[in-house]
């Protein structure tokens, strides 16, 4: 592969034909289903479908099908199909998603999640670097091999629509395109992270997640907080010692029913990554003054803690009324505290909501009495690597030094992405590359999302390399 080549028209197909679309991607509210139970009714969802399946059928790529599936009460997806150039060797299928996370609060001034703003080499907005950027990258990448007359395998991409939900309409959809997908050899996925913008990045573990609501009631209505205060507990103190049963103030999980194992190699590609890092591990985040991990806490350590430890997060709160418009001396009847639990890669995460839900659900006896419930929400297991073959380990690597300049690293994402764990069961033989760009202050999920536009353009480079080194190996 021409390298300098295969940069150049990267870089002036992203710019020229993929960064408009993605604009318009951006300004689209396309929230997961989650988050908009009536995506059907309000239609943003079937508007960026139209907008993908638009982009992708204008690609002039031999061959390419783009076809979209839906089944009852479920988001669609895209599916795609490139034949191969030659002898078919095996198929490829690479992933990526198109539903967002909600708006949040936090942008600075003259951002805003569905306002899409290019800034020197990023492009700000929901959805952009997760995961809109994957179809744009996965069909450039193609195009780059066949301008070079390089090969490249048969080529599935499918494009989902709930992931941001925890891909709950995703299985539906394998099992009904079984035949059509057909048996997977390598699995390249474009929803994850990277350490820096400065090499390619390799996922090699991902922790599942499991939810839940956790209510405390004292009262059926509220009450003057002077009249009750002493007698009536605070429905808020009772729901946060609940989970103090559970964690510590960092998030991290006490109980040892959480923890697994962490194998050896997971726990030297944490100490190689933190050598690269450095305190980058935590400085990436937006702290206020005076605020950060304990200095006690090598790099190592903290990627360990971010990848293969259980961690506990309240996400939600209802009960509360706001502190500048309804917050009168009044005792609360309740608090509801949605929670979200991050769970290490290898353990099952729906053992892990039920021993929450055990631990969570009930009063100890010398506590005064309230109601108090856990609603268990979803839950989506984490994944595991399996050891990297040879050819896609050199691949990977040569790509990073041909496209970035630098070796590749490796290391696990904190994140959960459900499809990984789907297709290490359905494909327990396939090879699998998972990377994104999602790196230093892109901010997924959160507020000042952007997409680093170079990195892209490398990614997508580094993609085609690796494909053409599939068809060729």
């Not at 070079?148 to 709930?162: F, M, T």
């Not at 007698?231 to 697994?260: K, N, W």
């Not at 073959?389 to 041909?402: G, H, R, T």
């Amino acid at each position: 592969m021409d390298a300098k080549q295969a940069l150049y028209h990267a870089s002036e197909m992203w710019h020229k034909l993929a960064i408009p679309t993605l604009v318009e991607y951006i300004k689209i509210p396309n929230t997961s289903s989650d988050f908009d139970p009536k995506w059907k009714e309000n239609g943003h969802m079937d508007k960026v479908v139209d907008l993908f399946m638009t982009w992708a059928k204008d690609q002039p790529i031999p061959g390419l099908v783009v076809e979209r599936f839906d089944l009852p009460e479920r988001t669609p997806i895209i599916f795609m199909e490139i034949p191969p150039s030659g002898e078919d060797v095996g198929t490829v299928l690479l992933y990526g998603h198109l539903d967002k996370q909600p708006e949040m609060t936090g942008w600075r001034e003259g951002l805003g999640p569905w306002q899409p703003v290019l800034e020197g080499d990023r492009l700000y907005g929901r959805g952009g670097a997760d995961d809109g950027y994957a179809m744009f990258a996965s069909l450039i990448a193609v195009r780059l091999l066949l301008e070079q007359g390089l090969p490249h395998s048969r080529i599935v991409i499918i494009i989902e629509a709930s992931e941001e939900s925890g891909s709950p309409d995703l299985p539906a959809h394998v099992e009904a395109i079984k035949d059509r997908i057909g048996d997977v050899e390598l699995v390249i996925c474009l929803d994850s992270g990277c350490g820096d913008y400065e090499r390619l990045w390799q996922t090699t573990s991902l922790r599942g997640v499991c939810t839940g609501d956790l209510t405390v009631k004292v009262l059926t209505e509220g009450v003057h907080s002077g009249d009750a205060g002493g007698i009536v507990p605070d429905s808020a103190l009772l729901a946060f010692s609940q989970i103090m049963r559970v964690c510590r103030s960092t998030g991290l999980i006490h109980h040892q029913e959480f923890y697994v194992d962490i194998p050896a190699d997971r726990r030297r590609q944490a100490k190689e990554t933190g050598e690269i890092l450095g305190n980058a591990v935590y400085d990436k985040f937006p702290w206020v003054p005076g605020c950060h991990p304990s200095s006690r806490l090598v790099p190592e350590e903290l990627i360990l803690r971010r990848t293969w430890c259980p961690t506990l997060t309240h996400i939600g709160v209802d009960g509360f009324p706001s502190t500048l418009a309804e917050a009168g001396n009044v005792m609360r009847p309740y608090t509801t505290l949605r929670l979200s639990v991050r769970t290490p890669p290898t353990l099952d995460a729906k053992k892990a909501l039920g021993i929450l839900q055990q631990v969570l659900g009930k009063t100890l006896p010398e506590e005064t009495e309230a109601q108090i419930t856990f609603t268990p929400g979803h839950a989506a297991n984490g994944w595991n690597a399996p050891p990297t073959v040879p050819w896609l380990e050199e691949s990977i690597n040569d790509a990073s030094l041909k496209f970035f300049g630098k070796p590749a690293a490796a290391m696990g994402e904190g994140g959960t992405i459900p499809f990984m764990g789907m297709l290490g069961e359905q494909f327990p033989e396939a090879w699998f590359l998972v990377t994104g760009v999602l790196g230093r202050e892109s901010n997924a999920h959160g507020p000042n999302e952007f997409l680093h536009i170079p990195t892209a353009i490398n990614l997508t480079a580094c993609v085609a390399k690796v494909l053409t080194d599939h068809a060729s190996r």
